[in-house]
């Protein structure tokens, strides 16, 4: 079965432009979230969707979002990027958004 | 809320050597707890995990018992290899009244094994 996939895997971008990155879950998972990680602070969570829905959500703000496809695959999105939004972003996915989560390679983005 | 506090690295351990990082956790509820696993330029693989008290989980020579009296989720391995060099996460999975669940980590800790 094949793992989490992450597209593009590294990005480069300016301030003030947005960016859009993927992610395939493993087939009959319904489940992705997504998690920020940087040397600062660590790995915080970002948000969940399920079934097409966003069902929890971290402490960022607005600029980041996403949604989800009815194939469960997911898009997040940052508009008007700031220096400090170069991380590893990282998408995880599960049956059900239970226990055990399952991670991609990580799109590494980096903001000029 | 949630929170994971792991022992700061680099830990640094020739081969053969025991491994011990430590892992503590607080949480409202009863969470499941992970030790994560993440290599140079990749993403995170879930190394073992324990959804409740005195469980133990176990993966690759690795292991870590749940302990709701000290809160806390030591990750041991007996001998460990340089092929074990990497960053170890510690974290917890808590599910809430609204049925949603978030991985809450700790800062990693990084493992260096010399030959």
């Known amino acids: 079965k094949a793992g989490v996939t992450q597209t593009p895997r590294y990005l480069i971008k300016t301030r003030g432009q947005q960016v859009t990155l993927s992610c395939s879950p493993i087939?009959?998972?319904?489940?992705v979230s997504w998690y920020q990680q940087t040397p600062g602070q660590g790995l915080q969570f970002l948000f969940e969707?399920?079934?097409?829905?966003?069902?929890n959500k971290g402490n960022f703000p607005g600029r980041f979002s996403g949604r989800q496809f009815s194939n469960s695959r997911s898009e997040m999105n940052v508009s008007t990027l700031e220096l400090g939004d170069s991380a590893l972003y990282l998408c995880?996915?599960?049956?059900?958004?239970?226990?055990?989560?399952?991670f991609g390679p990580g799109t590494r983005l980096t903001v000029l | 809320g949630d929170s994971v506090t792991q022992m700061e690295g680099p830990v640094t351990l020739s081969e053969e050597a025991f491994l011990t990082i430590n892992c503590t956790y607080t949480?409202?509820?009863?969470?499941?707890l992970f030790w994560y696993v993440q290599y140079p330029g990749e993403g995170l693989q879930l190394l073992l995990k324990?959804?409740?008290?005195?469980d133990k989980g176990s993966n690759k020579g690795f292991e870590a018992t749940y302990r709701k009296e000290t809160t806390s989720f030591h990750l041991e391995k007996g001998s460990v290899q340089v092929s074990d060099s990497a960053v170890y996460f510690c974290?917890?999975?808590?599910?809430?009244?609204?049925?949603?669940?978030?991985?809450?980590f700790g800062s990693g800790t990084r493992l260096q094994v010399q030959p």
């Open positions: 995880a996915s599960s049956l059900s958004g239970g226990n055990e989560q399952f």
């Open positions: 087939s009959g998972h319904r489940s």
């Open positions: 969707y399920f079934s097409e829905t966003q069902r």
């Open positions: 949480a409202t509820g009863y969470p499941s």
């Open positions: 324990a959804t409740k008290a005195d």
């Open positions: 974290a917890l999975s808590d599910l809430k009244d609204t049925g949603r669940r978030a991985l809450t």
